[in-house]
T-cell receptor, first 117, second 113 residues
């Protein structure tokens, strides 16, 4: 079974609009972390935002916010005021386990976001 | 801002040859990782390394692969006898501690011909 599911292979958004990229996860571990990474066409993997399973508030980092719905096991990334430079692949990833976890990330298949001028 | 650096950015090698990919993790980080991304596919975990030994490895990380921290700064991935299916982007990553954010390098494209 997929541990991380990203159901949108591709998304389009108009510049300056907000966009939500979906991510659902599957784990029985009560302690876990959820990450979003951006991969531009140049290939590097850029960390965007992190949400811990015990965090009370949704994570925010500038124009990025994470809509964390624990009961639904979803961790959607919201990008506000899209810019042309946001066009990239976006990967959701999960790390299971709290103390003692070695930090192995499980990635989803990614969503390709295209921002239209 | 500190970053993970990788060399080479791109390497083409003949099947059967040995390849060493190099990484310099962020200086105060203690946990090191290698991940792989075959073109068009998702990122896959290969191995994690802590306290000078492998702490976890995936099924992909077979006897053809090895990792080493030869000095205080470098972290290397060696593929002993490359196969065509080893062609991929290889990412090095590091984190400060357990439960901390994992930062990736820019990747090394390996093409096996």
């Amino acid at each position: 079974a997929q541990k991380i599911t990203q159901t949108q292979p591709g998304m389009f958004v108009q510049e300056k609009e907000a966009v939500t990229l979906d991510c659902t996860y599957d784990t029985s571990d009560p302690s876990y972390g959820l990450f979003w990474y951006k991969q531009p066409s140049s290939g590097e993997m850029i960390f965007l935002i992190y949400q811990g399973s015990y965090d009370q508030q949704n994570a925010t980092e500038g124009r990025y916010s994470l809509n964390f719905q624990k009961a639904r096991k979803s961790a959607n990334l919201v990008i506000s005021a899209s810019q042309l430079g946001d066009s990239a692949m976006y990967f959701c990833a999960m790390r299971e386990g709290g103390r003692g976890s070695q930090g192995n990330l499980i990635f989803g298949k990614g969503t390709k976001l295209s921002v239209k001028p | 801002e500190p970053e993970v650096t990788q060399t080479p950015s791109h390497q083409v090698t003949q099947m059967g040859q040995e390849v060493i990919l190099r990484c310099v993790p962020i200086s105060n980080h203690l946990y090191f990782y290698w991940y792989r991304q075959i073109l068009g596919q998702k990122v896959e975990f290969l191995v994690s390394f802590y306290n000078n030994e492998i702490s976890e490895k995936s099924e992909i990380f077979d006897d053809q692969f090895s990792v080493e921290r030869p000095d205080g700064s470098n972290f290397t991935l060696k593929i002993r006898s490359t196969k065509l299916e080893d062609s991929a982007m290889y990412f090095c990553a590091s984190s400060e501690g357990q439960g901390n954010t994992i930062y990736f390098g820019e990747g090394s494209w390996l093409t096996v011909v």
